[in-house]
T-cell receptor, first 114, second 115 residues
Framework: DAGVTQSPTHLIKTRGQQVTLRCSPK?????VSWYQQALGQEPQFIFQ???????QRGNFPDRFSGHQFPNYSSELNVNALLLGDSALYLC?????????????FGPGTRLLVL | AQKVTQAQTEISVVEKEDVTLDCVYE???????LFWYKQPPSGELVFLIR??????QNEISGRYSWNFQKSTSSFNFTITASQVVDSAVYFC????????????FGTGTRLLVSP
């Protein structure tokens, strides 16, 4: 049973650049959530996708955008990168139809902005 | 507003000691969900347990046990006979019954188990 996968594992960008992170949900899951975890901090909710639409959004600027594909995989895009965007980006998947919605996390993508 | 408080920033124990990680939550929702996740140095958040607000039954899974008390808004986690492999950051999280559930995490407790 394939778990949540994310790519790439590490990424280095410079300020002002754009980045795209990818996530494949756990087999059978239909909902993807993204979280940002700064070093030494707790994860912060960015947004959640279900049926290819953004369903909930946390307190993040419009520079953060996403997409969900028909196969339930998802992308997180960040434009005009700032130094403060350096963090571990975690993707979580869940099964909405089951209504218990336990979120299972992937290994994360470590983004460093120089 | 929803909030999770983990007052213990770091705990150090010696192997085989029992340790309890505290979690206190705040929510106005009558239906909600509580979670514990483990984050080893690799970074991946590992799901440990989920508890619904309407189910106050305590749970034991091997060396792990959880004590949920709605009266004190607490969901504490105890590791019995700790092992070095238990060293990690442990997060308590609150999920609201909004239909599309986002998780609000506590600040985490770093557990260091030394041999």
């Amino acid at each position: 049973d394939a778990g949540v996968t994310q790519s790439p594992t590490h990424l280095i960008k410079t300020r002002g650049q754009q980045v795209t992170l990818r996530c494949s949900p756990k087999s059978g899951h239909d909902t993807v959530s993204w979280y940002q975890q700064a070093l030494g901090q707790e994860p912060q909710f960015i947004f959640q996708y279900y049926e290819e639409e953004e369903r909930q959004r946390g307190n993040f600027p419009d520079r953060f955008s996403g997409h969900q594909f028909p196969n339930y995989s998802s992308e997180l895009n960040v434009n005009a990168l700032l130094l403060g965007d350096s963090a571990l980006y975690l993707c979580a998947s869940s099964l909405r139809k089951k209504l218990e919605e336990t979120q299972y996390f992937g290994p994360g993508t470590r983004l460093l902005v120089l | 507003a929803q909030k999770v408080t983990q007052a213990q920033t770091e705990i150090s124990v010696v192997e085989k000691e029992d340790v309890t990680l505290d979690c206190v939550y705040e929510t106005r929702d009558t239906t909600y969900y509580l979670f514990w996740y483990k984050q080893p140095p690799s970074g991946e958040l590992v799901f440990l347990i989920r508890r619904n607000s309407f189910d106050e039954q305590n749970e034991i899974s091997g060396r792990y046990s959880w004590n949920f008390q709605k009266s004190t808004s607490s969901f504490n986690f105890t590791i019995t006979a700790s092992q070095v492999v238990d060293s990690a950051v442990y997060f308590c999280a609150l999920g609201m019954n909004t239909g599309f559930q986002k998780l609000v995490f506590g600040t985490g407790t770093r557990l260091l188990v030394s041999p």
